[in-house]
Nanobody, 126 residues
Framework: QVHLVESGGGRVQSGGSLRLSCAAS????????MGWFRQAPGKEREFVAG????????YYADSVKGRFTISRDNAKNTVYLQMNSLKPEDTAVYYC???????????????????WGQGTQVTVSS
């Protein structure tokens, strides 16, 4: 059973930056594709970014492309989400997730992910 713990959320002004971290334990982290999702109040959870097992392939939602960067450090069993030029519409609970069946790519579909963290709140004020 893989255990995922997110950190790094908080409150920031519009235009600011935050870096989220997701620490994994209990499984072969380096074998899994990883993803970040978010859920804003009153909305469904949506895909933000994904990364292949090696970090060589990354994928982004159009709404964050050019502002967010996903990366991973397999030696530390951690995946990161660097968020720059934050906007009020980025306010949400951010979740990381692990896909044990995918390595070379990363899916944008929630149903393909097997393990989820508890989430970390990001609030962007205008």
């Amino acid at each position: 059973q893989v255990h995922l713990v997110e950190s790094g959320g908080g409150r920031v002004q519009s235009g600011g930056s935050l870096r989220l971290s997701c620490a994994a334990s209990g499984g072969p982290f380096s074998s899994y594709a990883m993803g970040w999702f978010r859920q804003a109040p009153g909305k469904e959870r949506e895909f933000v970014a994904g990364v292949s097992w090696s970090g060589g392939n990354t994928y982004y939602a159009d709404s964050v492309k050019g502002r967010f960067t996903i990366s991973r450090d397999n030696a530390k069993n951690t995946v990161y989400l660097q968020m720059n030029s934050l906007k009020p519409e980025d306010t949400a609970v951010y979740y990381c997730a692990a896909d044990r069946d995918r390595r070379l790519t990363a899916s944008s579909m929630q149903s393909t992910y097997d393990y989820w963290g508890q989430g970390t709140q990001v609030t962007v004020s205008s």
